[in-house]
C-alpha cells in the first residue's frame, strides 16, 4: 500500500511571504491529521479532519494558518503570513479510524522561516 | 489539561536493555502508543497497547502500563544500534481520535 505523500520536503522562504503544504493519504484513511513539528519537540496537533470536515482546530493559529481537504481526500495546509517561529516540520498523517486508531504518517515538509 | 511527559535523552551500551518511560494525563485513555522517529523522517508506529492490559510483548519489545500511575513504559531488549532514535509516547485526549504526542526521548547507543 501506499505511504502518506507529502509536498515539497524542504521550503526556505522569508517572514511575512505564503507557503502551502500538500498531503495525500492512504486511500481510504477518513481521517487527517496536521501536525506541527518544531525543533527538539514532539508534533502538536494543529488540526484533524474527518472525511472533509474539521474535527479539530483548536490549537491552529486561524489568524495566519488555514487547512482544508476538498472532497475528503488530498490537503492543503497554508500559512500567510509566516513568521520565524512557523519554522518546523509539518507532518501529516492519515488513520482509518477504528479499532486502534494507528496513524501512518508521511516523510514531513521541513519549513525554515528567515 | 493534556500533556504527556518523557525524559529527553537515555544513552545504553549496545547489547543492554532501554527503558523509556512515559506520564500520560486521560485516565479514559483506550489504547496507548509507542512511536519511533528516525532522522528526516516521519513517525512510524512501534507498538500499542490496549488499556485493559498491563503487559504487551511484541519480540524484542514489552510495553508496560500502570493505569494506576498512568505511567507507560517501553523495553527494548538487546538494544542494536539500529535503535537510535527518537521515541514518542502517544495518547488519545477527549475523543478517541485526537492523539497528543510526547516531548520524545531521544535513545543513543554507546559501544
Known amino acids: 500500500e501506499a505511504g502518506v505523500a507529502q509536498s515539497p520536503r524542504y521550503k526556505i522562504i522569508e517572514k511575512r511571504q505564503s507557503v502551502a503544504f500538500w498531503c495525500n493519504p492512504i486511500s481510504g484513511h477518513a481521517t487527517l491529521y496536521w501536525y506541527q513539528q518544531i525543533l527538539g519537540q514532539g508534533p502538536k496537533l494543529l488540526i484533524q479532519f474527518q472525511n472533509n470536515g474539521v474535527v479539530d482546530d483548536s490549537q491552529l493559529p486561524k489568524d495566519r494558518f488555514s487547512a482544508e481537504r476538498l472532497k475528503g481526500v488530498d490537503s492543503t495546509l497554508k500559512i500567510q503570513p509566516a513568521k520565524l517561529e512557523d519554522s518546523a516540520v509539518y507532518l501529516c498523517?492519515?488513520?482509518?479510524?477504528?479499532?486502534?486508531?494507528?496513524?501512518?504518517f508521511g516523510a514531513g515538509s521541513r519549513l525554515t522561516v528567515l | 489539561g493534556e500533556d504527556v511527559e518523557q525524559s529527553l535523552f537515555l544513552s545504553v551500551r549496545e547489547g543492554d536493555s532501554s527503558v523509556i518511560n512515559c506520564t500520560y494525563t486521560?485516565?479514559?485513555?483506550?489504547?496507548l502508543y509507542w512511536y519511533k522517529q528516525e532522522p528526516g523522517a516521519g513517525l512510524q508506529l512501534l507498538t500499542y497497547i490496549f488499556s485493559n492490559m498491563d503487559m504487551k510483548q511484541d519480540q524484542r519489545l514489552t510495553v508496560l502500563l500502570n493505569k494506576k500511575d498512568k505511567h507507560l513504559s517501553l523495553r527494548i531488549a538487546d538494544t542494536q544500534t539500529g535503535d537510535s532514535a527518537i521515541y514518542f509516547c502517544?495518547?488519545?485526549?477527549?475523543?478517541?481520535?485526537?492523539?497528543?504526542f510526547g516531548s520524545g526521548t531521544r535513545l543513543s547507543i554507546r559501544p
Open positions: 486521560d485516565s479514559s485513555s483506550t489504547y
Open positions: 502517544a495518547e488519545p485526549y477527549s475523543s478517541a481520535s485526537k492523539i497528543i
Open positions: 498523517a492519515s488513520s482509518y479510524h477504528s479499532g486502534a486508531n494507528v496513524l501512518t
